[in-house]
């Protein structure tokens, strides 16, 4: 079974590590705060956005959070040919005219925070995003970004393959 972090073919890759990742989000958050920007709501990505989005709430001290299902890639540099919004949906009805910031863990093509940053502004609210990485590729420059970088990442949450009941 591949698992998102299976790139033991690659020379060369960014690797986070569950320490790193905290002070990568505290720097983020702090960003975020010194730009002036207060969200009151922030939308993390799944599954890649989730583990930045609550260290951003607790960061940046915002009660709200949800989160929207979008899958794009299927293996190590592999991807469908467009993303997909997956259920279940995001609570629409409790973003309509708020701040928002959408989290993910890195903008790679964009093509998912642009269809996830489209899709929110229909809701009349004002829309900031935030990313851990960001890619030179990336067709939507994310409004807050820890690092650039064009390597494959290894992320912590997904660096190991998933536990089994026989493991």
Not at 73 to 81: A, E, F, H, S
Not at 104 to 111: K, T
Not at 116 to 137: D, N, P, Q
């Amino acid at each position: 079974m591949a698992y998102h972090a299976d790139s033991n073919e690659l020379m060369t890759k960014e690797i986070l590590t569950w320490d790193g990742f905290g002070s990568a989000s505290r720097e983020l958050a702090q960003d975020i705060a010194y730009s002036g920007f207060e969200p009151e709501v922030i939308i993390g990505v799944a599954r890649g956005g989730l583990p930045l989005a609550g260290a951003l709430t607790y960061a940046l001290g915002v009660k709200l959070c949800d989160a929207i299902n979008v899958e794009f890639y299927t293996d190590v540099n592999q991807t469908l040919p467009d993303p997909v919004l997956l259920a279940p949906m995001l609570d629409t009805d409790s973003i309509v005219g708020k701040k928002i910031l959408v989290v993910d863990d890195v903008a790679d093509s964009g093509r998912t925070l642009g269809l996830v940053i489209k899709l929110l502004r229909g809701f009349g609210g004002e829309v900031r995003s935030a990313v851990l990485y960001s890619k030179s590729r990336t067709l939507i420059q994310p409004d807050y970004v820890w690092c650039a970088t064009d390597e494959w990442i290894v992320f912590p949450w997904s660096a190991e393959p998933p536990v089994t009941k026989e493991a």
